[in-house]
């Protein structure tokens, strides 16, 4: 089973993310900034990492839920 995932993108966007299946946190790493994205729903991460576009399906998916700037 796995317990962490971690993507690389080739985005204008977004670099980066990894996802906690056990606790539902997303870290989403930009090019400027890194955030982490709490209760993220399973189905919800699944449809922004397999989008065409990840900066699109982060709006669509990922930015309702509640998240935090991580400190560089």
């Given at each position: 089973?796995?317990?962490v995932?971690?993507?690389t993108?080739?985005?204008s966007t977004v670099e980066a993310?990894?996802?906690d299946f056990n606790t539902k946190q997303l870290i989403v790493s930009f090019k400027h900034a890194?955030?982490?994205y709490e209760d993220v729903k399973e189905e919800?991460?699944?449809a922004f990492r397999d989008a065409?576009?990840?900066g699109k399906a982060l709006?669509?998916?990922i930015k309702g839920y509640s998240y935090e700037k991580l400190e560089d």
């Open positions: 089973m796995i317990n995932q971690t993507n993108f080739k985005s993310s990894t996802y890194s955030y982490v919800d991460y699944i065409e576009s990840q709006n669509k998916f």
